[in-house]
């Protein structure tokens, strides 16, 4: 009886042991997040992601990330890749590569894969890994091309048809021209304050509309602008380029933050706002204040349009690519610094007068 008594809690063990073992091991399994990628080559922020962004992601989670790379080289992959873009209702022409699928969210563009993708791989994990949508215009997409780990070289490099070279060559061209034109209208300032610090001379009155209307409209035109760059910046939206420029190649470029941190956008905003409230206090009569404002707006605006300068020169010649709404932003900088010239000279000559 004695022996019966102990065997029986020895064969529940063993028991527990063959039935559980595998059950216990099933649940263990580490979760695995299945991903795909596609990109083209000759396209900068493909090369930037594979080479710069996934090696750590992979390291990090090893076996657990299953990405895919695939690599779209004709005309019917580019369709195919549009049509899955749309199928997330993602407009025509703010698709482009990279394009990253993980569950059933895309990525597009460099950031977006940069600053969301290490998040939604935990996600993911946390939930218990994700497999690639069962989604039918992902099919054609996924028997494209040979799987990768790396860029291949293809034939050619090629482009998406909306966004060919010559209309970014058209671009450069823009820019160089407006650049050209800040770097002429800032002598030209230099030289209208010189010449009023060292003559007699009185300098000419602006003309009415100008000082009332053209300098707030031209600065709320600015906001806009700069509202809208923010808000690219800031959400890694795909941006509205139109027919000239790559404009989310710019945004996606490390020259789109100050320092690494301040969105450029946010900055020439704030930039804009400073000059509506320079604008306003010269036209009050607030002693001193109101005297030095015209001063304090043109050399806000004289600054901008040297920092406009300066951005407008890296994206030809560095970034190799132009964002329209930058020059526009460019442009109008420097018109209010040139609106600004008259009234700055006044206040400048007549701070003068009464010093003497």
Known sequence: MTRKILLTPLV????????????????????????????????????????????????????????????????????????????????????????????????????????KLPGLIESHLAAGGVALPERPELQPLLVAAPDSDAPTPAPAPMDFPDAPAEMRDNGFTLAIVVMVGMILSLLYAVFRLLAAMFTAQAPSPAPGWVTV?????????????????????????????????????????PYARLFGVLPVGVLGGLGYIAILAAWWAGRQKWGILSAYAPLALFGMAFFGTIFSTYLTYLEPFVIKAVCIWCVTSAILITLVMLASIPQAMQSLTTQDESGD
């Not at 795909?36 to 922020?45: E, N, P």
């Not at 509202?227 to 380029?241: D, H, K, N, P, V």
């Open 12 to 115: 529940l063990i063993i028991l527990l042991a063959v039935f559980a073992t595998p059950a216990q091991a099933q649940t263990e399994e580490a979760p695995i997040v299945h991903a795909v990628m596609f990109w083209m080559s000759g396209c900068k922020h493909c090369e930037q992601t594979i080479s710069l962004t996934l090696p750590p992601i992979r390291e990090q989670y090893g076996s657990q990330l299953d990405l895919q790379l695939i690599q779209i080289y004709s005309l019917e992959h580019i369709d195919a890749l549009y049509a899955l873009g749309e199928s997330y209702g993602i407009p025509k022409h703010l698709i482009g590569v990279p394009f990253l699928v993980i569950g059933d969210e895309p990525l597009v563009g460099y950031d977006q894969i940069r600053l």
């Open 213 to 253: 209307w053209g300098i707030p409209l031209i600065s709320i035109a600015g906001i806009l602008v700069a509202g809208y760059l923010s808000y690219i910046e800031i959400t890694l939206e795909q941006a509205f380029c139109g027919p000239v420029g790559d404009c989310n190649a710019v945004q996606s470029s």
